[in-house]
Every structure is written in C-alpha cells, then in structure tokens.
C-alpha cells in the first residue's frame, strides 16, 4: 500500500517536472506575442477617463478568458483526432506574426502617412460618443486577442507535440492561463501608473517623490511605445523561427546560422513579402 502511494507520487512528482521544463520553453517560444500582446492591451486599455481604465480592462480580461475558453478545447480536439492541421496553423500564425511585424516595422520607419492618420484618429475620438468608443475599442481588442490566443496556444503545443495528451492539456493550458493573468495583470499597473505619478506629484511636498511621479507620469508613453518595439522585433523572431523549424526548405537554407540571426532573417524575408502583396492589393482595391 505505501510503496503503491510512493510509486503514484513519484509519477506525479516527474509529471509536474515535465510540464515546468515544457512549461519554460514553451514560455520562451511565446514572449514575442505576449509581448505584442500586452503593448496592444496597454493601448487599448489607456486613453479613457482614469475611473473608465479599470472596468474596461476588466471587460477585456473577462475577453480574454472566453477566448481561451473556446479556442483551448477545440486545439486540444485537434490535437488528438486530427494532429496533422496543427503545423499547417502554426505555419499560418507565422505568416500572421510576420506579416504584422514587417507591418509594424513600415508603419514605424516608412509610413510618412502615419502621424496624420492618429491625428485623424484622435479628432474623431473627440467627437465621438465616449460610450460607443470604448465598446469598439473593447470588441477590436477582444478580437485581437482571441488571434493572439490562437498563436499563443498553437506555439505551446509545438514545443509538447510529442508529449503526451495529459502533458500538452497541462503545458498549454497553464500558458493559456498564465498569458492572460500575466498580461493584464501588467496591464493594470501600466494604465494606473500615470494616476499614481499624478498622486505623489499633488499629494506629496517631498522633492524626491515628486520626481518620481514626474517619472512615472513622463515614463508610460516611452514603456508602451518600447512594448510595441520589442513586440515587433519579436513577432519578426518568433514568425521567422516558425518557418525554420516547421518547413523543411527553409531550415536548409538557414542551416549553420545562428538561430537569432537565422530567424530575424526568415521572419523579415517572409513578412516583407507578404506586406509587399498586401500594400498591392490594397492599392489595386482602393485606386
């Protein structure tokens, strides 16, 4: 009886050291949407009067969760009856990330459109029903989530495929948890940061506190613009490594390099492609 109960907390005991290795390198594949991830929810979640910041990152939060709701049990169904459309989607999500992170990169250092564009924006928010703005801002982040979701959980289970059923249930749902908990979680203290320089700035007569609000207040729009940096740069890497590892043509050619390098390359090479299609379909539709 006790060597059963020693023989079961054993197993147990070497399944969860599984799932926390699988678990870290399964991190490390999904940094770069997590962080795409949390730059675009500190974009959507800001802007609002500070006691709207809160409900709707909550609203988002509760996005999030659904999305994970519906999305974890049909990869999983896939996974286990259908295992062989789980590359062909990790593919996709690799055109997707690098698509949108050589979009990212043009509308940083080419599109001289831009700048006149979030003006525009910010004109028409001004105008706009307060209510109505944060409802779409709250569906197109939802939405945008529910996408990165898909990327998130795919990535994972490419790093436990050849685990077992039970490992990849474990692995890629803590990921799918922990992304949601860790990124607006994030989120919450970057959108009270500035309400908080503004509080030691009014509320305190001690210089070195009010630096430090003048700080924080002046730090959040470089902290999400940097997000948004790194969060292109890594859906470049992690786009590119999808191509290297999961198509057997492109690894040749990238075999002997370094894998940063080798994927920051293929990344960039496929995503300006597919921009380069998108900018000439966009322009033949809209001439």
Sequence with gaps: MTSGIIAILDDIAVLMDDVVILSKAATKKTIGILADDLAINADK???????RELP??????KGSFVNKVIILPAIFLLS?????VIIPILICGGVYLSF??????YKLFFNKKNKTNKTNDIK???IEDPA??????IKSAILIDFILSIEIIIITLGTVLDQSISIQIIVVSIIALLSTIGVYGFVALLVRMD???YNLISASENRLLKKTGFFMVRALPVIIRTLKIVGTLAMILVGGGIFVHNIDLVHELVHGWPIYPADFVIGLTFGSVF???YLLLKKLFTS
């Excluded at 709707?56 to 939060?61: A, D, F, N």
């Excluded at 286990?80 to 062989?84: R, T």
């Excluded at 949108?100 to 990169?105: D, H, K, S, W």
């Excluded at 109505?132 to 801002?137: G, P, Q, R, T, V």
């Design 45 to 51: 979640a800001s802007g609002f009067m500070s006691s």
């Design 56 to 61: 709707v990152l909550w609203k988002l939060t």
């Design 80 to 84: 286990a009856y259908l295992p062989i």
């Design 100 to 105: 949108e992170g050589a979009l990212n990169a």
């Design 124 to 126: 028409q928010n001004e």
């Design 132 to 137: 109505i703005l944060e409802s779409k801002k």
């Design 195 to 197: 309400d908080a320089g």
């Design 275 to 277: 921009l380069l299609v």
